[in-house]
């Protein structure tokens, strides 16, 4: 139990253009989640943490209109780069913190990641 | 302020022979807290994590760590590696407030044979 994936898992995308990440909650309701950011061999950066049907809460220092978070339902939140330019390629990893049985609400459970590469 | 720190960037071992990975915290409150490991370009994964109870936790592949108040301490032990357990590990403390969880720098691990 308690996985989340993540599409698409690797994305080439050109300067100027939007890309869409999804991250899903497959078996149990997600109440928060979570998107990091990790450079190559460094550890992850936390971005936003996203709560259902509420505004993202984003962390000092990111972009709030570049990296658009939307946490439409209990089981999906979508991260949308715009206008992507090199410098924002990156490995996006989500994660989901649910409740219900199977899960521990201090555990947060993690997505397979996505690699962004803006050309 | 709370933090983790691992304070190996990398450590390299022989294959079969024992493996501790170090970490410290700084946290105010009783922390909840996690070992992963990442394998290049793949997501974390789970390797065991501590709540309450037991200090000494046991985890998949072998793994094992202790908690240790005293020393802020949650240590990753393996009694003998394996040239598959090449990774980053993270160790990682989960806020109470908000469900966040903070990240150390991680250590590389490597595995000579």
């Known amino acids: 139990g308690a996985v989340v994936s993540q599409h698409p898992s690797r994305v080439i995308c050109k300067s100027g253009t939007s890309v869409k990440i999804e991250c899903r909650s497959l078996?149990?309701?997600?109440?928060?989640m979570f998107w990091y950011r990790q450079f190559p061999k460094k550890s992850l950066m936390l971005m936003a943490t996203?709560?259902?049907?509420?505004?993202?809460?984003?962390e000092q220092g990111v972009e709030k209109d570049k990296f658009l978070i939307n946490h439409a339902s209990l089981t999906l939140s979508t991260l949308t780069v715009t206008s992507a330019h090199p410098e924002d390629s990156s490995f996006y990893i989500c994660?989901?913190?649910?409740?219900?049985?199977?899960?521990?609400?201090?555990?947060?459970?993690f997505g397979p990641g996505t690699r962004l590469t803006v050309t | 302020a709370q933090s983790v720190t691992q304070p190996d960037i990398h450590i390299t071992v022989s294959e079969g022979a024992s493996l501790e990975l170090r970490c410290n915290y700084s946290?105010?409150?009783?922390?909840?807290l996690f070992w992963y490991v990442q394998s290049p370009g793949q997501g974390l994964q789970l390797l065991l994590k501590?709540?309450?109870?037991?200090?000494l936790v046991q985890g998949i592949k072998g793994f094992e760590a202790e908690f240790k108040r005293s020393q802020s301490s949650f240590n990753l032990r393996k009694p003998s590696v394996h040239w598959s357990d090449a990774a980053e590990y993270f160790c990682?403390?989960?806020?109470?407030?908000?469900?966040?969880?903070?990240f150390g720098a991680g250590t590389r691990l490597f595995v000579k044979a």
């Open positions: 994660s989901a913190v649910g409740g219900g049985s199977g899960t521990h609400p201090y555990e947060q459970y």
């Open positions: 078996d149990f309701q997600a109440t928060t």
């Open positions: 996203s709560n259902e049907g509420s505004k993202a809460t984003y």
């Open positions: 946290y105010g409150a009783t922390p909840y």
């Open positions: 501590y709540f309450s109870g037991d200090t």
């Open positions: 990682a403390v989960g806020i109470t407030g908000g469900f966040k969880t903070i």
